[in-house]
């Protein structure tokens, strides 16, 4: 009796022993190994940013992490990240999150075509009700993290694997590095505003221009830093000639709030939000808009 009860037992525990190595073996095939995924479409998600966002592959939905970067954030939330951010590109809070904007257009304008996926699978950290994982992301014109990188549009940061190409992760860290530097070397991105002076707690932002007119796929010397001047001109010239006492604080567009010195696109967002209002009076109710901010911006309303 006590030899089949121990026979039993030592099967039970052997077959324990099993599953368990079976179990773990395919945890670990399944990080190891990368898939690729094709054709896949990004999906329109108002929390999709530089570095993470919706996409659609094989009819299933995935929030994609990217791997190896950080973009800033897109909106006034986490505040210890954003001044993390900020520090890192020596710039202010605010400019920092409109970086954060011109990162999450540049990824739009890239991922409006079909792309490709390589991931593992591999959890990626947040909340979302979506599986959020880590990938590698392919466009027509090369990998997205370097692409960002090369702008001026994120930091080096974050989860590094080995590559699929079994490249190790510090091999594709030098490479950003690399691409990081002449970003820095051509102004681009974030580089163009970055160590200016501020003139006051409440400083506004520098110019920053647009990501469909100052970034372009990798950073070139001459053409690029020339290609900026004229718009971040064209920025400041319009808004010398907006029109004083023109624009209607209840109906004015994104665009429109944008024109006027000293407004942003967070500053126009955070306008927008609030309204309506009884008269512009009431702009110094909005959060970020102090008695100086107050007295520049109010002149250019009804």
């Known amino acids: 009796m006590i030899k089949e009860l121990s026979s039993s037992l030592v099967a039970i525990i052997c077959g324990a022993i099993w599953l368990s190595a079976v179990d773990r073996v395919d945890a670990k095939g399944r990080e190891k190994d ?3 995924l094709d054709n896949c479409q990004l999906v329109p998600n108002n929390a999709n940013d530089g570095d993470s966002f919706h996409v659609r592959a094989n009819d299933t939905e995935y929030l ?3 791997y190896f970067v950080d973009a800033p954030e897109t909106a006034s939330v986490g505040p210890a990240r954003l001044i993390e951010q900020a520090e890192y590109f020596r710039v202010s809070v605010p400019q920092v999150i409109e970086i954060g904007l011109d990162a999450k257009k540049f990824v739009d304008a890239k991922l409006s075509e079909p ?3 390589v991931t593992r699978m591999a959890e990626g950290l947040g909340r979302s009700k979506i599986q959020r994982v880590y990938g590698l992301v392919r466009t027509k014109d090369g990998d997205l993290g ?4 090369a702008n001026g549009l994120a930091r080096i940061h974050g989860v590094h694997p080995a590559t699929p190409d079994g490249s190790s992760g510090q091999d594709e860290i030098q490479k950003l590095e690399q691409l990081e ?9 974030a580089w163009a505003i970055s160590g200016q002076p501020l003139t006051g707690p409440s400083a506004t932002p520098q110019p920053f221009a647009n990501a469909s007119h100052s ?3 990798t950073p070139t010397s001459s053409s690029s830093t020339a ?3 004229p718009v971040e001109t064209k920025t400041s010239h319009a808004k010398e000639k907006t029109p ?5 604080v209840n109906t004015a567009t994104e665009k429109e709030l944008t024109t006027v010195p000293g407004i942003g696109h967070v500053m126009a967002a955070r306008i927008i939000a609030a309204r309506p209002f009884k008269s512009a009076d009431d702009l110094k109710k909005v959060s970020g808009i102090g008695d100086k901010k107050y007295a520049q911006i109010r002149p250019y309303f009804q």
């Open 34 to 36: 990368w898939i690729t």
């Open 64 to 66: 994609v992490r990217l």
């Open 115 to 117: 792309f490709t996926i």
């Open 146 to 149: 370097e692409q960002l990188v």
């Open 181 to 189: 530097q002449a970003a820095k070397q051509n102004k681009l991105g």
């Open 215 to 217: 970034i372009s796929v």
């Open 227 to 229: 290609a900026m001047n």
């Open 244 to 248: 004083l006492g023109k624009i209607d």
